[in-house]
């Protein structure tokens, strides 16, 4: 089980640029597979990125506009959001899956199940 906290969500308008951290903590040694998702109101969680072992992948939708950095002194990553859509506005989530190697079958972006540690989330609102 990892520790996750969001931060960075907020208001801006179309076309405009955001920012998305996610620090990670408590932790045991190893390495993980690390996803963004996102959650509108009334729809299913859906994911954005899968970063890791011969990642990153982004789904097509955010494909050239967002792009995944990370900071491992800091345990933190980051999505860098631009161009933003209003549909775009969801609460934004970062989650973490052990990596067991290859020969186990890496996490899917796009199931949010195959996960097993989240946060708390940050709300990102994309007006027109």
């Known amino acids: 089980q990892v520790d996750l906290a969001e931060s960075g969500g907020g208001s801006v308008p179309a076309v405009g640029s955001l920012r998305l951290s996610c620090v990670a903590s408590?932790?045991?040694?190893?390495?993980?597979?690390m996803g963004w998702f996102r959650q509108a109101p009334g729809k299913g969680r859906e994911g954005v990125a899968l970063?890791?072992?011969?990642?990153?992948k982004y789904v097509d939708s955010v494909k050239g506009r967002f792009t995944n950095a990370q900071d491992n002194a800091k345990n933190t990553l980051y999505l860098e959001m631009n161009i933003l859509r209003p549909e775009d506005s969801a609460m934004y989530y970062c989650a973490a899956e052990l990596d067991r190697g290859s020969d186990y079958a890496r996490p899917r972006v796009s199931r949010p199940g195959d996960f097993t540690s989240w946060g708390q989330g940050t709300q990102v609102t994309v007006s027109i």
């Open positions: 970063i890791g072992r011969d990642c990153p």
């Open positions: 408590g932790y045991t040694r190893g390495k993980y597979y």
